[in-house]
């Protein structure tokens, strides 16, 4: 009796989750305030959060799937799009980095990394994906807000992403199934565009020169509370930021050594 009720719930729950109804303004389904699904840019990016950087000469940029909810959920069913595929930005959603196996990369450390269904679908990737969790015996996840997935892309060239929600084969839309009474509804859906542009490994304070200023700017943020690095400065490419790597840009600005992040000087630096 057990294993069939368990059996009817996982169908009720992904009946609710994949049918297919898009809703222009809140879903008359959607219990209290509206639901939403927003995106924002990862680190590092611009202070009005609309570009994300690259490393010079090509690399990853991250961008983070969020949700709002007043509701308890116990599934969640996102379909996407990038509208500005290919040239000129090249942005690939990498297969390997974002990880479709048994424990999706994407989900680490997100609000549904516990839930015991995680699913990233990239079967039509390139420009469209399906990220799906579902919880089965554990409670529902509780109303609050905060980091659904992470999309990984790799970036060649200056350019733009724009996602957009979509339609997945077979029925698959963008879809919220709360935790008590299983019912399926589209939350509010905010698209966004976001610009993709390169950084200087080792610029310290964001001024596209890596100079002296940038060797201050390091050790004043490590000994004496200044603020953080704007670019990635892990210069020495170890893992971690420290004054080895502010030693590792007097030598590179002062004394001909190797690029940031480049140790054998092979014009294809690595940042971190």
Request: hydrophobic share 40%.
């Amino acid at each position: 009796m057990k294993s069939y009720l368990s059996i009817l719930f996982l169908v009720l729950i992904f009946s609710a989750l994949f049918a297919n109804s898009v809703f222009a303004q809140q879903d008359p389904l959607d219990p209290g305030e509206a639901d939403t699904l927003y995106f924002t840019a990862g680190y590092p990016s611009s202070p009005e959060g609309d570009t994300v950087f690259f490393p010079e000469g090509g690399g990853d940029v991250t961008i983070h799937i969020n949700i709002w909810n007043d509701d308890s959920l116990r599934g969640i069913s996102v379909p996407l799009t990038d509208l500005a595929y290919g040239p000129p930005s090249y942005a690939i959603l990498d297969s390997v980095k974002n990880n479709g196996g048994e424990d999706p990369l994407c989900f680490v450390g997100s609000r549904v990394e516990d839930f015991e269904v995680k699913i990233i679908n990239l079967t039509l990737n390139p420009p469209r994906v399906l990220y799906g969790a579902v919880i089965l015996q554990a409670d529902p996840m509780p109303p609050g807000n905060g980091l659904f997935a992470k999309m990984v892309f790799t970036v060649e060239d200056t350019g733009t992403i724009c996602l957009d929600t979509t339609l997945f084969p077979p029925q698959n839309s963008l879809k919220f199934v709360t935790g008590v009474q299983t019912i399926g509804f589209t939350p509010q859906f905010i698209s966004r565009c976001f610009h993709t542009a390169p950084y200087l490994c080792g610029d310290a304070n964001g001024d596209k020169i890596v100079n002296i200023v940038d060797v201050v700017y390091l050790v004043n943020y490590l000994f004496h509370q200044g603020p953080s690095p704007v670019f990635p400065s892990n210069a020495n490419c170890d893992e971690s930021i420290s004054i080895a790597d502010a030693t590792y840009l007097v030598n590179y600005v002062l004394k001909n050594g190797p690029p940031p992040c480049d140790p054998d000087d092979d014009g294809q630096p690595d940042c971190q």
